[in-house]
């Protein structure tokens, strides 16, 4: 089986950096390309403010702020993988999607039929961070291609 696809999930952490890696070398040793997905996760919709501000404007311009601080984040993480790419003379197309992780990726992979899907080892409990809560063990049962769980660089 030659490897043409492979589905990378991440948002810029340990773990996922760790999965990008990985990706990286895989696509360059096989000639693969990269879909790499970036999800903004649907607890942030939530993030109104709306039990400390108490004006509608307040709210507003909260709201705002936040949209323009996930949009830079995600822009800075989109950028620095396509140069890594790039470096690595890897083709990589990327998907920003909003909602549940899990539920993002194998939206995508139904899509684009990757041979392959890397993801980055689950946060450990306790480390503080960003965690997306992706469970590798429903993608196991649902995905169509082999899933590749990269384990946490020290």
Known sequence: MSLR??????HGTKGARAAERAALNKAARAGAEIVHLYVV???WAGMK???????????NAFGDYLE???TREAEAEIDR????AKER?????THVLNGDPADCLLR???????GLVIIGQPRPKGETGYNSRMK???LLRALACPLLVVPRAS
């Open 81 to 84: 993988l396509n140069k890594a």
């Open 49 to 59: 403010g709306d039990d400390w501000l108490n004006s509608p404007t307040a709210r």
């Open 108 to 114: 995508l992979s139904a899509d684009c039929a990757p």
């Open 5 to 10: 696809r492979i589905l990378l999930a991440s």
């Open 68 to 70: 323009k601080e996930l």
């Open 136 to 138: 590798p063990e429903p």
């Open 89 to 93: 003379g890897v083709h990589l197309t």
């Open 41 to 43: 996760p649907d607890f």
